[in-house]
């Protein structure tokens, strides 16, 4: 069965967001960064019945565009504009689930309006600043960020896989990254190098205050993501929370990729 699918644009200061309301039912929020709703879309669909499912483009990526093109985005901004797309909808509190830069934008939205959420699932979150070795991470990730800006795109590629640790099949960035692509994905993809990936990976919780929270916070990690950054990061969170992380299907982007099995593990943690 398919849902109907509602589309809207949500005016906040320096933005224009697009955003996407599926089903009936509970609100779950689906949240990427730099993901937009399309990476959703097969999840969000699954989660439709019995829930009502909101999903975004984070402010400057895709059909959310800004006043100003160079604004950096920040995890804080990213919550304010999940916080009014709430209250926009008036059907909260809401679970959020968050995935990567979206999983941050998710706990900085726990800290700041735990009103507005009863659960946050966050989706390895790329939680550099909690790690032991976290300068040698940000100096490298500023290496790559300079390749990719003066042109070495696929050599920036691979320093980011190889720091993320994520393996893949020799020739496979070429083709991903190389050659003719799509002009939007390549705009998204260069203002994720510019102005939004080192302000999500230097952005660190509040733990005192996190737990102390009202709102469960569960800490999700792919079962095939053993010894990834982001893996590391989430694991090095659920222990400064002195949570246990939750295994989800996959790895970094499991919910892309087993969406079937994805939203059978995810639908119990959105059910208050």
């Known amino acids: 069965m398919t849902s109907t699918i509602t589309t809207g644009t949500l005016d ?8 996407e309301v599926r089903g009936q ?4 929020a689906l ?3 730099p993901m937009d709703a399309v990476a959703f879309e097969p999840l969000a669909g699954l989660l439709a019945a019995g829930h009502t499912v909101l999903t ?14 160079g604004q950096d985005s920040t995890p804080g901004l990213r919550a304010d504009d999940l916080s009014r797309l709430l209250a926009h909808l008036d ?19 726990a ?3 735990p009103d507005q959420v009863h659960t946050v699932i966050a989706h390895e979150p790329p939680l550099v600043n909690l790690l032991p070795d976290r300068e040698r991470v940000h100096a490298r990730t500023e290496e790559l960020r300079a390749s990719y800006l003066a042109g070495d795109v696929v050599g920036a590629w691979a320093m ?14 070429e083709m991903m990254f190389g050659g003719e692509r799509d002009p939007r994905h390549v705009e998204d993809e260069r203002r994720w190098f510019a102005h939004e990936m080192v302000h999500t990976d230097h952005w660190l919780p509040d733990l005192a205050l996190m737990r102390t929270l009202p709102v469960r916070l569960v800490i999700g ?14 694991r090095a969170l659920a222990d400064a929370l002195g949570a246990e992380p939750v295994l989800f299907p996959g790895d970094h982007t499991g919910f892309v990729d087993h969406p079937d099995r994805f939203s059978a593990r995810l639908r119990p943690l959105v059910t208050r």
């Open 12 to 19: 906040v200061p320096g933005a224009r967001l697009h955003y």
């Open 25 to 28: 039912g509970p609100l779950v």
């Open 56 to 69: 975004t483009d984070p402010r400057g990526i895709n059909r959310s565009r800004l006043a100003d093109p």
């Open 31 to 33: 949240v990427g960064a």
């Open 160 to 173: 980011f896989m190889e720091q993320a640790g994520i393996e893949l099949p020799d020739g496979a960035l």
């Open 221 to 234: 990690i792919g079962e095939e993501s053993a010894g990834q950054l982001c893996d590391r990061t989430a």
């Open 111 to 113: 800290q700041s309006r």
């Open 91 to 109: 059907a909260g509190p809401a679970a959020v689930f968050g995935s990567s830069g979206g999983a941050v934008t998710a706990l900085a939205l």
